[in-house]
């Protein structure tokens, strides 16, 4: 049904430029962030509504999406509307401090937290899946993950003690929405790399907009190209056509000499994920005739994947879960090895988040490319001593095809963030901007994410599980000014597996925004710090000493 409406009503794109239809800044942010996810240059399915990750929706239905937009035009700058699983619920007055957007979606009580029981409540047409960025309005498209994914392989290098990923292989599953930015990260890096889609037209999707060099349906030419890039020492990204549970044992067998190993397949959704043996045409008809054979064929082909990263670790690789959940599957599908290799947060990222550093995004609602070229430089000039920073955004400059709106991200971390949002305020009130800019951030963050499997695995004190942070932050955020909030559960690793939340805030070149902006950009990461803090990680108690973060029991 959602595809044939969608058909009708023909392609959903944001509308651009400095003049607004609704009545206040943050209601038509909100109006035209929500079409942005839903824009066919951004969406990976956007007939069904979803975004990206799986079947994470941007709204429950076309009906939801419509009576949206409706109710954001009319909202009244005082006045906050209610968001339940991508159906609009309830108009509030509240007061122009408070968001205008107030999101909760797919929580479900802790012992009904299943997929199996999602479902069945989704097919009553009762929720929706939100995943992280796409049922909370701030999904940029594939670059929304690239520096992360940048700075991952990066990390990866430095663990091999090289500069570089020059003269190294990555092998890696799935080229979807997120994933698909593995291939450019890993070629920005120097390496050469294989990346293995079921779905064809994923991977033509990349190569289309520049994040994967070619691909194929040759395993053996697919093989030889990313071999002799790596013996060359030059970057190159090959895509080929197949099931990764079939092409990682087989490349372990033929003893290919593969240095790293990850996996981005929607493996945190078992169906989501194709199993062998069932053809890629017949996938959508399988899973819905029965989803639980369909999951438990699912678990037993990630089983063979993670069985085969296993043997690659054994064998000497770097080997990491890239925060999908495949090990919790492939464990379920009974192989009990699945926790062998570690998430890469606990490998790679958690120091930075101790200092309350993550992605931190922004969008041009003009339109315009220049005001992201113009606020890149802003950047630069704010931070003039950050290397990485300034080597990120030159390559983002030159590598990132926008996708929807003009848009970028970079990692900022605590008492940073505000800086770049006040000058991204001044140049919208200066006129230097031709439009008010949207700053949010991915729920692949410090503070606001509970996902044992992910961002919080492994934590010094055990508080994996402790899903009360998330909600701090959002009712802090909300507290703060943001423009809308949202809550969500079973981002990124599935149901059952995480809670998390979400802000983003314009800056339309007000005084009031300004003050806005100030107090979220700041309490934002400052919960990130907080978090750690709590947690006894000595840095974060550095960076709360010297930044200012008033935390009154520190752990020790
Ligand atoms: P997506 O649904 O857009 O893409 C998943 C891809 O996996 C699809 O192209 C699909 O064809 C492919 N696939 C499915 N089964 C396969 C199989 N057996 N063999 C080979 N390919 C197969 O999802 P996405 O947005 O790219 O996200 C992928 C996963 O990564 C999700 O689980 C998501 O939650 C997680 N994720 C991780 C991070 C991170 O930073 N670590 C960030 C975002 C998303």
Redesign the pocket.
Known sequence: DATRASILRGPVRAPRGGHRTAKSWGAEAAKRMLMNNLDPEVA?HPEDLVV???T?RAARSWEAFDAIVRALDELEPDETLLIQSGKPVGVFRTHEWAPRVLIANSNLVGDWATWPEFRRLEALGLTMYG??TAGSWIYIGTQG?LQ??YETFAAVAASLARDSLAGTLTLT????????AQPLAVTMNGGAVLV????ES?LARRAEHGYLDEYTTDLDAAVSRVLAAKDAGEALSVGIV????EVFPDLLLRGVPIDVVTD??????PL?????GIPFESWRAESARDPEAFAARARG?MAK?VAAMVGFQDAGAAVFD????IRREAQLGGFERAFAFPG?VPAYIRPLFAEGKGPFRWVALSGDPADIAKTDRAVMELFPEDKALHRWLGKAAEKVRFEGLPARICWLGYQERHLAGLRFNEMVASGELAGPIVIGR?H?DAGSVASPY?ETEAMADGSDAIADWPLLNALLNTASGASWVSIHHG???GIGRSIHAGQVTVADGTALAAEKLERVLVNDPGTGVMRHVDAGYARAREVARERGLTVPMPAE
């Open positions: 990976e990206y990750g799986g994470g995943q992280m993950i992360g994914t599953g799935g080229c979807g929405g997120m994933g698909g293995v889609d079921v779905d994923r197949g099931n990764a549970a981005q397949t929607s493996a945190h959704d989501a994920y194709l199993p062998v082909s994947q890239y925060g999908n959940s890469f991915d692949l992910r981002g990124g690793v």
